[in-house]
Nanobody, 125 residues
Framework: QVQLVESGGGSVQSGGSLTLSCEASIDHYEEACMAWFRQFPGMEREGVAAINNGLSTKYLDSVKGRFTISRDNFKKTMSLQMKNLQPDDTATYYC???????????????????WGPGTQVTVSS
């Protein structure tokens, strides 16, 4: 049974920082592709940052230079360091995984199998 749990969401002012974490209960975590997605009310989920098992990363254009994705295979965790947050970053953020994945880092929701329940990030102006 694969389980993902996000933490670290909260409320910050514009220009502030937050770090999201995802704890994964998954066998062979080091072989999994991982990603962060976010969802605005009434919208489809969009990929924000992804990291594959070779540590290749991919970012949504609007977060490049502000967000950094990383993973710790020993602890089975993934993080998203977010800096210079803007009100447009306000959303529910989700951790996603595709086990036994040897594909390039992907921001497509259809490429992922398991999802966490999400954590809310609110940025006020």
């Amino acid at each position: 049974q694969v389980q993902l749990v996000e933490s670290g969401g909260g409320s910050v002012q514009s220009g502030g920082s937050l770090t999201l974490s995802c704890e994964a209960s998954i066998d062979h975590y080091e072989e999994a592709c991982m990603a962060w997605f976010r969802q605005f009310p009434g919208m489809e989920r969009e990929g924000v940052a992804a990291i594959n098992n070779g540590l290749s990363t991919k970012y949504l254009d609007s977060v490049k230079g502000r967000f950094t994705i990383s993973r710790d295979n020993f602890k089975k965790t993934m993080s998203l360091q977010m800096k210079n947050l803007q009100p447009d970053d306000t959303a529910t953020y989700y951790c996603a995984t595709r086990p036994r994945c040897w594909a390039p880092a992907s921001l497509r929701a259809s490429d992922f199998t398991y999802w966490g329940p999400g954590t809310q990030v609110t940025v006020s102006s």
